[in-house]
């Protein structure tokens, strides 16, 4: 909330969210709800958002399965988020899968894969609801959601990598196609933050925290509502000549440069 006694923030704001069934998404969506937005989650875990959109605080909020790779699926949960809740302010892309992979191994499957998801579907699903703002006149926000890897070549991240890293080229072309229309399009990149596909990796090995915890400055593993905080401005009023930027999330971990770890 803006203060005591102030409007919410997001008050009369309409948010579709992708992969909003748990982790980041759920944080944003969670975070967009308390300011006063209304919330579709689609999500490819058709039990788990029915769930996650039923628990969010505040009423009104919407649970859609579709996988946003699936043209008819994006389409459908496009036309049933703005039939249902009457018109889109925001969309969050937010849905993303992760795949490591040396890069003499990777195959055209897994690149195709990846890609079809963290990038693929960014734009299409960004066409579906641009072209209502567009021919309706009535402008929004657009979130992506990118990554820490967008800025670092990192071990056996290629693809991911390089699908997060279109994800930012992607933003400044559709910030720049779309400005006349008064569509804002911004990316958020965050650092490691606990999430489940956070802890899996952890579990897997994949990830050593101490390690990370070394290397940021702040110290801490990023808490997904400090992604939600970050899109309740990029949705508000409060961004309104903010578009095209890239938003690193991460405890100062993409401006620390030294070779030993950051300073205690
Ligand atoms: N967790 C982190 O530390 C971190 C760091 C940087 C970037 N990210 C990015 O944040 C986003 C969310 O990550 P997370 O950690 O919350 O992941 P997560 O795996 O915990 O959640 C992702 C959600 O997306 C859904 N999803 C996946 N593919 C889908 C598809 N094809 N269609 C519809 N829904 C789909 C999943 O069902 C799941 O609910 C991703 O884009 C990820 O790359 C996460």
């Known amino acids: 909330m803006t203060g005591e006694g102030a409007k919410p923030l997001l008050q009369g704001v309409r948010v579709l969210v992708t992969g909003g069934a748990q982790g980041l998404g759920l944080a944003i969506a ?5 300011h006063g937005a209304v919330v579709a989650l689609m999500d490819r875990n058709r039990v788990l958002v029915e769930e996650s959109a039923s628990n969010l605080p505040g009423d009104g909020h919407i649970g859609l399965a579709g996988d946003v790779t699936s043209p008819e699926q994006r389409e459908q949960a496009v036309s049933e988020a703005f039939r249902r809740l009457g018109r889109l302010d925001t969309l969050v892309n937010n849905a993303g899968i992760q795949l490591h992979a040396p890069a003499e191994q990777i195959t055209q499957e897994q690149w195709d894969r990846v890609m079809s998801v963290n990038l693929t579907a960014v734009l299409m699903m960004s066409q579906l609801v641009a072209r209502r703002w567009i021919d309706s006149g009535s402008p ?4 992506n ?19 997060k890293t279109a994800v930012v080229g992607l933003t400044r072309s559709l910030a720049v196609d779309w400005a006349r229309h008064r569509i804002r399009v911004n990316v958020i990149c965050p650092g490691y933050h606990r999430t489940p596909l956070y802890e899996e ?7 050593d925290e101490n390690r990370i915890l070394a290397r940021i400055p702040m110290r801490r593993i990023g808490e997904p509502g400090d992604i939600g905080k970050a899109s309740v401005f990029l949705s508000s009023d409060l961004s309104q000549y903010v578009t095209g930027q890239v938003l690193f999330i991460d405890g100062g971990y993409s401006i620390y440069g030294a070779a030993e770890d950051a300073p205690s």
């Not at 969670?30 to 308390?34: G, K, L, V």
């Not at 990796?201 to 990830?207: F, H, M």
Request: charged fraction near 15%.
């Open 145 to 163: 959601i990118g990554s820490l890897n967008a800025a670092f070549g990192m071990p056996r991240r290629g693809i991911y990598g390089t699908s």
């Open 201 to 207: 990796y952890r579990a897997k090995g994949a990830i």
């Open 140 to 143: 929004g926000s657009i979130i």
């Open 30 to 34: 969670t975070c967009m709800a308390r």
